[in-house]
């Protein structure tokens, strides 16, 4: 039988990238689990190291820091959902416009996704949200205000930010090409139906583009979960921008608790599965409709 | 109410000019067709009228009022479009009802005309589907539901049975033209086939590179084509034509006949050939015959019985009074 000469051939050359990509995986979950039942504090040769049962997941929930985190990562994961989709949505209805240099316009709006997470935190951080010599400091004292000083007197607002403009790109991508496939008969036929232009968005375009939209927000909440660097470098955690990953690092690589980190470290795997089962049923309803 | 009229309109894209001045009256309840080869402007017309492309100059009436610069909304007319155009995430009532929404009509008007225009276009068993639900006959019918619970004063019709198959298509045919004589509005419908052109119209606009070719009816445009371009697009199968010396014997520098106008014999004619491929349709036949002559294959349409196979000598003489004399330039000699 060839075909099933060729299938388990086929398995066998797979089984290299599925065992790799497995372990790659597997490895660290397990490594996290095993951890998290542990106590396990390399920096203090006084405690000895054993196992704790479900110690760490209880002292990880019970401590002062664990809810504000959580409310943190949700606000800062919703602010920059909101402002992407919004001023995405936006600008795809701009950028679908024909104008003179569409081209070099779509690649300089795509150009803050390449840019890295540390580097763009750092380049909005010192150029534009330094108090004494940001471009926003000057821009305030020229209309003779007070300058912000953004990162302590409204770091949250700054961190989702500086998030937002990196994740803004990918939004309007996403959406512009949503918006590209939208049958232009379909806005010709409303437009004779009697439709002013914004109901034409709200009845026709932004219908069309809902699939486009629950795509970015699965997309973007996932990643956008684990946003790290750009507190890192910005308030380093302070001002109240602790979000749940960065409470996890603190317990890990600041205390020294690997046990109590890695319990934090099952509880985020938790959490971003859950949303994830939630974004994937309103996902999979959008495309049987 | 709907007459319209076109007054020395243009249209532009760039440097392009697709439809040079361009005079055209539509008479009120009229069932007129704009027909020619794709590319020659026929659509673009259509949208002029409509208002969804802007005129680049002349003027565009409708029941004397000059809409030229009216926003397409403000026009009266309702458009079915080629794709239907259906708006895929409401269902088919609220598809039907979004244009009499946008007026602000009250709640139990919608109702009763949404009502009134399934039961005429017999929707009623779908109204809750949604359109991707829905054969392309049933799509066609909700996008001209859409089209009629707004009362138009005119409906515009862009190549709609462009995309359903044969079957079908003669089907929604009769269907439209059935509505047209109920309602009696002034419909526009423009279409690249001439069959639906014949059987539809009541007055055929033939258009060739934005140009108007010959207005007419049905028949008139078949007895008298005003030139050479409509008698080769107007009847199926297309018109024959000669040039040269058998031209020249009628006086003219092409002669054309139809198909349907040429004796057939095996014994004697007017011109010898050997009859190429034979299409059998069963009531008719259509030979495809090489005159000994030279030249183009004559087609003749000879009755369904007719037997003659391939390779086959034949003679075929004209029909006098149904020839069609032309001029160099293209126009009908009288």
């Excluded at chain 1, 990162?151 to 500086?162: G, Q, R």
């Amino acid at each position: 039988m060839a075909t099933q000469h060729s299938r388990s051939a086929a398995r066998l050359m797979m089984a290299p990238a599925v065992i790799l990509l497995l372990g790659w995986m597997l490895i660290p979950l397990v490594m996290t689990l095993w951890f998290s039942f542990r106590r396990f504090l390399p920096n203090r040769p006084d405690i000895v190291p054993g196992w704790v049962g479900f110690d760490n997941y209880v002292r990880f929930v019970t401590s002062s820091a664990f809810w504000p985190s959580v409310q943190t990562t949700l606000i800062i994961v919703g602010g920059a959902l909101l402002i992407t989709i919004v001023l995405g949505v936006l600008l795809a209805l701009l950028l679908d416009q024909p104008m003179w240099g569409q081209g070099v316009v779509r690649i300089l709006v795509i150009a803050p996704f390449f840019v890295m997470p540390t580097v763009s935190a750092l380049v909005w951080k010192n150029i534009f949200m330094d108090p004494v010599n940001g471009l926003f400091a000057h821009l305030w004292r020229a209309f003779g205000a007070e300058p912000v000083v953004w990162l302590s007197d409204a770091p949250i607002f700054s961190i989702i930010l500086i998030v937002s403009w990196q994740w803004l790109p990918f939004a309007t991508l996403i959406l512009l090409t949503a918006i590209q496939s939208l049958d232009s008969e379909q806005l010709e036929a409303s437009e004779m139906d009697g439709a002013p232009p914004l109901s034409r968005f709200f009845y026709i375009i932004l219908p069309h583009l809902s699939r486009a939209i629950t795509i970015v927000i699965l997309i973007q909440t996932i990643f956008l979960l684990s946003v790290f660097a750009e507190i890192f470098v910005t308030t380093g955690g302070a001002f109240g921008t602790r979000t749940l990953t960065y409470l996890i690092f603190q317990r890990v690589l600041e205390s020294q608790n690997v046990g109590l980190g890695s319990a934090g470290g099952v509880y985020a795997i938790i959490l971003a599965n859950i949303v994830a089962v939630f974004l994937m049923r309103i996902v999979g309803k959008n495309l049987d409709a | 109410m709907g007459r319209i009229v076109l007054d020395k309109v243009t249209k532009r894209f760039g440097s392009v000019e697709v439809i040079p001045p361009l005079d055209l009256t539509i008479e009120d309840g009229e069932f007129t067709v704009f027909v020619g080869p794709s590319g020659c402007g026929k659509s673009t017309l259509l949208r002029l009228i409509a208002g969804l492309e802007d005129l680049s100059s002349g003027h565009i009436e409708i029941d004397g009022a000059d809409v030229s610069t009216v926003p397409p909304a403000k026009r009266g007319l309702a458009m079915v479009f080629q794709s239907y155009a259906l708006y895929p995430h409401m269902s088919v009532r609220k598809n039907i009802a979004f244009p009499l929404r946008m007026a602000k009509l009250d709640q139990a008007e919608i109702d009763r005309r949404v009502s009134n225009a399934a039961q005429v276009l017999n929707l009623n068993d779908y109204l809750d589907r949604r359109p991707g639900q829905l054969s392309g006959g049933q799509r066609q019918r909700v996008a001209i539901g859409r089209a009629i619970v707004r009362e138009p004063s005119a409906f515009l019709f862009d190549e709609p049975l462009s995309n359903l198959d044969a079957a079908l298509r003669v089907g929604m045919r009769l269907e439209i033209s059935e509505l047209h004589k109920r309602l009696k509005t002034t419909m526009i419908y423009v279409t690249h086939d001439q069959v639906e052109a014949m059987t539809m119209a009541d007055k055929i606009v033939v258009l060739r590179a934005g140009n108007i070719e010959q207005v007419g009816s049905p028949l008139e445009l078949y007895n008298r084509p005003r030139n050479r371009f409509v008698a080769g697009f107007i009847g199926s199968p297309k018109m024959n034509f000669l040039e040269g010396a058998e031209a020249a014997k009628h006086g003219a520098h092409a002669i054309g006949f139809r198909p349907e106008h040429l004796g057939i014999s095996l014994t004697e004619g007017e011109w010898k050939g050997t009859v190429g491929v034979a299409e059998h349709l069963g009531s008719d036949t259509f030979l495809h015959v090489h005159p000994e002559s030279g030249g183009e294959t004559i087609t003749v349409r000879v009755d369904g019985e007719f037997s003659a196979r391939h390779g086959d000598i034949v003679y075929l003489t004209p029909v006098a009074e149904k020839i069609h004399r032309f001029a160099a330039d293209g126009l009908r000699i009288q």
